[in-house]
């Protein structure tokens, strides 16, 4: 009879991302606290990948915790649909300040995929609305992910998160990220599409995450969207992982001057704490939705779209966020990895070391290909899980995310770890 956690969840659970014959049993996780989870045995790991990028300051902190419980005693959900509340109300009204560009108008959804669903939508239905039938074509770059529900997968590269389902998604144009090298030829390559038939653009901001933490140039980018917008053609910014501070800055479309016309929000939107999901738009998008005619309107919601427990959890996370120690613990992580990264590179075990704002990724020197089902990442986990340190790596691409409240000797025990790993390899 099962007894422990893991035990019992074998019986009943499907995990993602998970080959559930093959893999080992998952581990128990109980309790969190600052960078750190606990498993049913009281053992602790250092959460150096945030829970899959979604926690900022830390697990189970008390500010979001009290926040949720006075909520919950409150409203935890209502009807969106012809009624409001105060935490959506609030939210919308302390985040689109703080954003890049224009942003007018917040919709509402569950996560980033949905985020992105929606935004796809915005900018297909936007077109149709102001009768422009022939813009109907999406452009997104190669090792692209921008979630797994249908439209989502259709603008991410094609890869073996989407190769089942390859023949019916979508058409999508594919392009290389830009570069000082590449820009000419990026413009070229848009325009024998016909600029006048797209619709829109959607990118990662700076930093490819599920492709494999690919870091390009802000400058080529924005020489990119800012020809893009002189074309017309819509710029859809997924900031579903680079919001928050990622990057370094609060949102990585600050790198760029060019503005974007919708904003996908998820993971640290609410601290990792609850699901929420955030598209944003300019008022000239919105606009265009409104009309005496109903068949403009934008068909899409989910039954828990702006749910008040999510958001009031958003808002105690952007209190926490706005904080100024909160970029200060974003600053003391970036300058701890850039110590590392000196002794890092004196290991010939790695290569292409990269770091952006608070996140750092190198590949792992293997005779395989640099792809993510590279067979190192089983060694990895196995090692890693082994230390108690929660490190996933994207095949043989390494990186560390860790929750901003992370401290130095946290990281200490992650850069010792890696470096042990490096050395026995």
Request: aromatic share 10%; hydrophobic share 40%.
């Amino acid at each position: 009879m099962a007894t422990t956690l893991s035990e019992r969840d074998l019986q009943v659970i499907w995990h993602p991302y998970t080959q559930m014959q093959t893999a080992p049993a998952p581990i128990g996780i109980v309790r969190g606290e600052g960078a750190s989870l606990y498993d049913e045995e009281g053992n602790r790991y250092i959460d150096a990948t945030s829970s899959w990028w979604v926690n900022i300051h830390g697990h189970a902190h008390p500010y979001i915790a009290q926040q949720l419980a006075a909520q919950a005693l409150q409203l935890q959900h209502c009807i969106f649909a012809g009624y409001t509340h105060p935490t959506a109300v609030t939210l919308a009204e302390k985040l689109l300040p703080i954003l890049p560009g224009r942003q007018s108008r917040v919709f509402y959804s569950d996560n980033g995929s949905t985020a992105v669903e929606v935004a796809l939508k915005m900018a297909l239905q936007y077109w149709h609305n102001k009768g422009v039938q022939q813009r109907k074509k999406i452009l997104a770059f190669h090792h692209s992910y921008h979630g797994d529900t249908f439209g989502a997968m259709s603008v991410s590269s094609r890869s073996v998160f989407t190769a089942p389902f390859d023949e019916l998604l979508f058409d999508v144009h594919f392009i290389d990220t830009p570069s000082a090298d590449n820009i000419t030829a990026l413009k070229a390559t848009i325009q024998s599409l016909g600029t006048d038939a797209i619709a829109a653009i959607i990118f990662e901001p700076l930093l490819q995450g599920a492709g494999g933490m690919l870091m390009y140039e802000a400058s080529a980018l924005d020489q990119l969207l800012s020809w893009c917008q002189e074309q017309q053609i819509l710029l859809i910014a997924d900031e579903i992982l680079t919001g928050f501070g990622r990057t370094g800055k609060n949102f990585a479309m600050e790198n760029v001057a060019t503005p974007p016309d919708m904003i996908c929000l998820s993971k640290g939107l609410t601290g990792g704490a609850m699901a929420l999901g955030i598209t944003t738009c300019t008022a000239a998008i919105y606009e265009a939705f409104l009309s005496e005619n109903k068949l403009k309107t934008l068909f899409h919601g989910h039954s828990f779209t702006a749910n008040p427990l999510a958001c009031s959890v958003a808002l105690a996370s952007l209190d926490l966020f706005l904080d100024p120690n909160c970029a200060q613990q974003r600053q003391r992580v970036q300058a701890q990895h850039e110590a590392f990264i000196q002794r890092l590179s004196a290991s010939s075990a790695v290569k292409q070391i990269r770091l952006l704002g608070t996140i750092l990724a190198f590949e792992i020197v293997t005779p395989g290909q640099d792809t993510y089902t590279n067979q190192l990442a089983d060694e990895l986990h196995r090692f890693f899980r082994q230390k108690r340190i929660m490190l996933r790596p994207l095949g043989n691409t390494l990186y560390i995310l860790a929750p901003y409240c992370i401290t130095d000797k946290e990281l200490g025990e992650v850069y010792g770890a890696i470096m042990e790993f490096l050395e026995r390899y």
